[in-house]
């Protein structure tokens, strides 16, 4: 019993510390970088969901100004950088490279501060500060 405890404790400190070391892949800060993976990837039922209700119809926008050309995202990784009451910011390096054919369009993730929202017990996208 008392080997049993031990290795149990063992197993949850182990999950817990490899979670910790993981990096913010959840939260606020995955909110963002899934809904930015689902703008690339042209994704509106995704981006919609990863959205707070305010904001949808402009993701729906940013969306359809990415229709018509290749999109992809480079080197993104985003971080909780403050909260603004019950709203927590966000910040992320990396790009969007839009290829509208003999043209590309750089868009510089550390431009954008985004804001982040709980609603409906799940971390979603709201717009940029």
Do not use: H, P
């Not at 008392?2 to 510390?17: A, N």
């Not at 050309?69 to 839009?98: F, P, R």
């Amino acid at each position: 019993m008392r080997f049993t405890l031990i290795v149990l404790f063992t197993v949850v400190l182990s999950l817990s510390l490899l979670w910790a070391c993981s990096g913010d892949s959840g939260g606020a800060a995955g909110a963002v970088e899934s809904y930015n993976q689902a703008l690339v990837e042209g994704n509106a039922e995704r981006l919609a969901t990863l959205s707070c209700a305010e904001w949808e119809a402009d993701a729906r926008n940013e969306l359809a100004s990415f229709a018509a050309v290749k999109v992809m995202l480079e080197n993104m990784q985003c971080s909780e950088t403050d909260q603004d009451g019950d709203t927590i910011l966000v910040s992320c390096s990396g790009k969007i490279i839009a290829n509208y054919g003999n043209e590309v369009l750089e868009i510089n993730l550390e431009d954008l501060t985004y804001k982040v929202v709980l609603e409906g017990s799940e971390w979603r996208m709201c717009g940029y500060r």
